[in-house]
């Protein structure tokens, strides 16, 4: 049996791949900013049998073209832009069973917090919650997230080795510092987690030294 997936594409800004679109009378891109038009469009998207929604991101600016932003901003081409992980929660609380497909670079944030907030958004979403990994292919972020003299390691293929540390960090955070039964919130012996089932990863790479526990309980 073939099975059709069906997945909406949206992006946290005004316009995605649709220039010029929010001129139209009929149209709501520019409530981007208002979180009804995320909490009308998640059960829609479910009462369309829509299986998810896919919110692409960027960090940086479309800024080549007359050596500016300039041309980006006057067209709202994915500029202004929100970020979408807060979008995710109250799109999960008014929705049983649409997932979520977020786009987040790896190259801007240290993974730590990140596999925080990720582990946040699986709970709150009861594991509706996908990952697009990009290593950002805009240079305009790249520089405005690198401390001096890190910029250079934002060529092709040192982007990707760089991702593949922070996927590494982000795995042994997710799937190696606790046990699936770490928490046994028993309110007789008043343990809330035995600590004998939480490790630190002991993280000691080419960009990231992480050698503590994550701090989130395992997530769906
Ligand atoms: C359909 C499609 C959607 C993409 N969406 C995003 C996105 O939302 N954010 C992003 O940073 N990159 C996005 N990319 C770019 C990829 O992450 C990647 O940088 C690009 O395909 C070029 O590959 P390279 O990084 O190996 O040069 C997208 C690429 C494709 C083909």
């Not at 060529?155 to 593949?164: F, P, Q």
């Not at 960090?169 to 028993?186: I, M, N, R």
């Amino acid at each position: 049996m073939t099975r059709i997936r069906f997945n909406a594409f949206d992006m946290n800004c005004v316009v995605h791949p649709s220039p010029g679109l929010w001129r139209h009378p009929e149209d709501h891109s520019r409530d981007y900013t208002d979180l009804r038009y995320w909490t009308d469009l998640a059960p829609l998207l479910e009462t369309g049998y829509f299986d998810g929604l896919f919110l692409a991101d960027v960090l940086g600016l479309y800024d080549l073209y007359g050596a500016s932003p300039d041309a980006a901003l006057r067209a709202a081409a994915q500029v202004p832009v929100n970020d979408p992980l807060p979008l995710v929660s109250a799109m999960a609380a008014v929705t049983d069973n649409l997932g979520f497909g977020l786009t987040t670079g790896t190259a801007f944030e240290h993974p730590f917090p990140f596999a925080r907030r990720i582990s946040t958004l699986d709970h709150l979403t009861d594991g509706r919650l996908g990952w697009n990994v990009v290593t950002g292919y805009l240079p305009s972020a790249a520089e405005n997230t690198q401390s001096r003299g890190q910029l250079d390691t934002f060529e092709h293929d040192a982007r990707y080795d760089h991702a593949d540390e922070y996927l590494e960090v982000l795995y042994k955070l997710w799937e190696g510092s606790w046990d699936q039964d770490a928490v046994l919130a028993d309110p007789v012996s008043g343990v809330y987690t035995d600590p004998a089932k939480v490790r630190p990863i002991n993280h000691a790479g080419t960009h990231y030294t992480v050698p503590g526990i994550h701090v989130s309980e395992p997530s769906p």
